[in-house]
């Protein structure tokens, strides 16, 4: 049986970005990814695990990218490299497979990523959440602190929701987790952190796009203030039938 070929690229609905897939092969990726992770502020000791992952499909990485068609396209590429210099040097659309199915890459096609997003077979923490059939789980979602409150989360989600239902994923239901919106001694936390609460909650703007929380677990991420004494998160797992 023939295989089915991935797709080159993933535009938004809205027109503001594409999704181009991450190449674990290309050194060039890998540094980049890294970079992005750090800058994200976890996972960056990951990425040389997640290589093998997106050869053989158990994660589906891709690179957020402004569209042409994006009117502010200069302006906010300019706002990103000049927040992250490290990443002024475009990469090349080289990957060769996507979800474990081969596709073509564009070697013309040169871009300066502003963000990432993948869609997994499995969650992080097995323990957690049993795999389904027909599932994948949105994850390592980042856009460039530069670009915050420009409408490219949203962009990116519907890139990536309208791509999950096609070949060769054919996803049935989305599902992630993030921090609950409420939860004891909030303000506590984040003073004790010496950071501020977040502008916009989580669980909230996923709500607004459709998903629904299935289950809660009330230890599931912490961070060490500079005392030492750690605190911790509660996780809300959410899910959302794309077909």
Not at 2 to 15: D, F, G, I, L, N
Not at 149 to 160: P, T
Not at 170 to 178: D, M, Q, R, W
Not at 213 to 236: H, I, L, Q, T
Request: aromatic share 10%.
């Amino acid at each position: 049986m023939a295989s089915t070929r991935a797709p080159s690229v993933v535009k938004s609905s809205y027109s503001q970005v594409d999704l181009v897939p991450w190449d674990p092969e290309s050194s060039g990726h890998v540094e980049r990814m890294v970079q992005q992770r750090i800058a994200c502020g976890w996972k960056h000791e990951q990425v040389e695990k997640w290589k093998s992952w997106q050869k053989d499909g158990r994660l589906v990485l891709q690179w957020v990218v402004l569209s042409e068609s994006d009117p502010s396209r200069a302006e906010r590429l300019e706002k990103h490299t000049a927040a992250f210099p490290k990443e002024t040097e475009p990469l090349v659309d080289s990957a060769v497979t996507l979800g474990g199915e081969p596709r073509a890459p564009n070697l013309e096609k040169r871009f300066i990523a502003v963000g990432h997003i993948s869609l997994n077979k499995e969650y992080e923490s097995p323990e957690h959440a049993e795999p389904a059939e027909g599932l994948y789980w949105v994850a390592n979602f980042y856009i460039s602190a530069a670009l915050q409150f420009m409408g490219l989360g949203r962009a990116a989600m519907d890139a990536v929701e309208s791509m999950a239902i096609s070949e060769p994923l054919c996803v049935k239901t989305l599902a992630l987790s993030t921090v609950a919106n409420e939860y004891e001694a909030r303000d506590e936390r984040w003073a004790a952190l010496e950071r501020d609460p977040p502008k916009i909650l989580n669980q909230d703007w996923y709500e607004r796009r459709g998903y629904v929380v299935y289950k809660r677990n009330e230890k599931m991420w912490s961070e060490k203030d500079s005392k030492g004494k750690e605190w911790w998160f509660p996780a809300v797992f959410m899910k959302k039938d794309i077909r």
